[in-house]
């Protein structure tokens, strides 16, 4: 499958935003199920956060197929949504399971520099303690995990699209994601620059909620809800044009009733 180099990252965001704008309710809807699948599937004990990586890979799936639906302007069906889950599930299954042992991986080499800060917040949901962060060891660690986390994001980040759709099995999706990534770089970095100019932005609107409800924890949850909600569609867009930018011969598998 030919690797096109992309012109723009920042214009993935922009797609992303316009297929949102097409159908806000399908989006949040889908983003719902996604929240209350995920949530219920962490209230098995010691290995909820492991499942919920498993089906991260199908839910993929399924954003793509609602992406594609928007951008051809066909009506949404329920079931397409529930077929592309299903589609390849052995193999996109595969893919959450090799992506939970990077992810464990990346863990325990922060966890040689933090002393098990990192993988104590990230398995149990213990936040660094504050001799952690005074001694230096949280920000080791989420630095080792950054650094170790980026090429695990470069193999993963069209992986499951290229198994979904283009019809390849894990290792060879792997591959093929990371170079593709690699080849384009100089878009990622303009991309990543434009999430944190995001992610900025929201931190920003949320110290003005507090200050102006006067620290009220109900509402800044609130708002910080509202702007998850915001968000996930547009990152789940900016990726589906990011997919058929890099990959454009998958445009045919991806268009609706495509096999």
């Known amino acids: 499958m030919r690797i096109v180099p992309a012109k723009n990252g ?3 965001l922009g797609r992303g935003l ?6 806000p309710p399908a989006w949040l809807l889908a ?9 219920l599937l962490g209230q098995l004990p010691h290995i909820g956060r492991a499942l919920s990586m498993l089906v991260l890979p199908p839910f993929t799936m399924s954003f793509m197929a609602l992406c594609a639906l928007l951008e051809a302007g ?3 069906r329920p079931r397409l949504l529930v ?10 299954v595969t893919l959450g399971a090799l992506y939970l042992v990077c992810i464990l991986a990346v863990l325990a080499l922060a966890s040689l520099v933090d002393d098990g800060v990192l993988l104590d917040w990230a398995l149990e949901g213990r936040e660094p303690q504050p001799d952690a962060i005074a001694e230096g060891r949280a920000s080791r660690g989420l630095l080792a995990g950054a650094l170790g986390l980026t090429p695990v994001m470069m193999a993963f980040w069209f ?5 979904g759709w283009g019809g390849m099995g894990a290792a060879q999706s792997l591959f093929y994601s990371f170079f593709a990534a690699w080849r384009n770089w100089r878009a990622f970095l303009v991309y990543g620059a434009m999430l944190m100019l995001g992610g900025v ?3 920003a609107a949320m110290s003005m909620v507090a200050v102006l409800t006067h620290g009220n924890a109900d509402s800044v949850h609130a708002a910080l809800l509202a702007a998850t909600l915001l968000s996930l569609p547009i990152l789940f867009g900016s990726f589906y044009a990011s997919y058929r930018e890099v990959f454009p011969e998958a445009g045919a598998a991806a268009r609706p009733g495509a096999s």
């Open 10 to 12: 920042a214009a993935w």
């Open 31 to 39: 983003v719902l199920v996604y929240w209350l699948a995920v949530g």
């Open 18 to 23: 316009v297929l949102f704008r097409r159908n």
């Open 201 to 203: 932005a929201v931190l």
């Open 159 to 163: 992986a499951p699209p290229l198994v």
């Open 83 to 92: 077929d592309a889950f299903r589609a390849r599930l052995p193999v996109l």
């Open 74 to 76: 066909a009506p949404l």
